[in-house]
């Protein structure tokens, strides 16, 4: 089953790539992430001494605030703000430093679809750019689900709203960081190598693991694509290979 998609690409085709970082002087580190008109740039500050209330002082605390593009915060961009530091608290390693605050702003360039997994991204690529450190890249991406069952990948705005369901999924950048990596711990969601994976939509089982093993393997080209971007200042355990 196949869908005819307005730019041309197939199901699984991505939209063209981009990624800069240390594009903001004043930020301890910065990027910005591109897939197709859809941009996103993130700016990394801290670590800062104390962490906020409720948070643990025995570890680090991550902050993350959202900026729409045009308008006001909203239910949805609390929902972002609130699954990126989910998503970013379980890829950094809290133990480092803690009672310390790392703040990530996200600022919405452009929105033409699949927006989280591309905040996503860039705020990773911001991570490794201020050197804090990481377990592990994580890869996002967005697959979709049309009316005749055909999954796609990376849709665009127009192809999101005409979607039966998406789902934004979030893998590591390497099986083996999950599968051998001593700094995994159980309350991390990692079943089936997954970080994080939130579902907009009805769909069957069936389909949200069709979903998933396209996914899976979409992310292979955005890890390649993201430690390219990222080598000269990546430690050699986060180069792994996919």
Request: glycine share 6%; aromatic share 4%.
């Amino acid at each position: 089953m196949e869908v005819d998609r307005v730019d041309g690409r197939t199901p699984t085709m991505l939209r063209p790539l981009a990624c800069s970082i240390n594009v903001l002087n004043r930020a301890h580190g910065s990027a910005s992430w591109s897939q197709g008109d859809t941009k996103v740039l993130a700016a990394v500050y801290g670590p800062r001494a104390g962490t906020k209330k409720n948070e643990n002082p025995e570890k680090a605390s991550v902050e993350v605030i959202w900026k729409p593009k045009t308008g006001q915060v909203g239910k949805l961009e609390r929902e972002y703000e609130m699954i990126l530091k989910r998503t970013l608290q379980s890829i950094c390693i809290l133990t480092v430093n803690p009672n310390t605050t790392t703040s990530i702003i996200v600022q919405v360039v452009n929105d033409d679809g699949a927006l989280l997994p591309c905040a996503i991204n860039a705020a990773c690529a911001a991570l490794v750019d201020a050197g804090v450190p990481l377990k592990h890249l994580a890869v996002a991406i967005c697959c979709c689900l049309a009316e005749t069952g055909c999954v796609i990948l990376d849709p665009t705005k127009q192809e999101e709203q005409e979607m039966k369901a998406f789902v934004y999924l979030v893998f590591p950048n390497s099986m083996l960081s999950v599968l051998q990596g001593s700094s995994h711990t159980d309350d991390e969601p990692m079943e089936h190598g997954i970080i994080t994976s939130v579902t907009h939509g009805a769909m069957s089982v069936e389909d949200y693991f069709d979903c998933l093993k396209i996914g899976r393997a979409a992310t292979a080209k955005l890890s390649g694509f993201l430690r390219s971007r990222l080598q000269n200042r990546l430690p050699s355990d986060l180069l792994g290979d996919n």
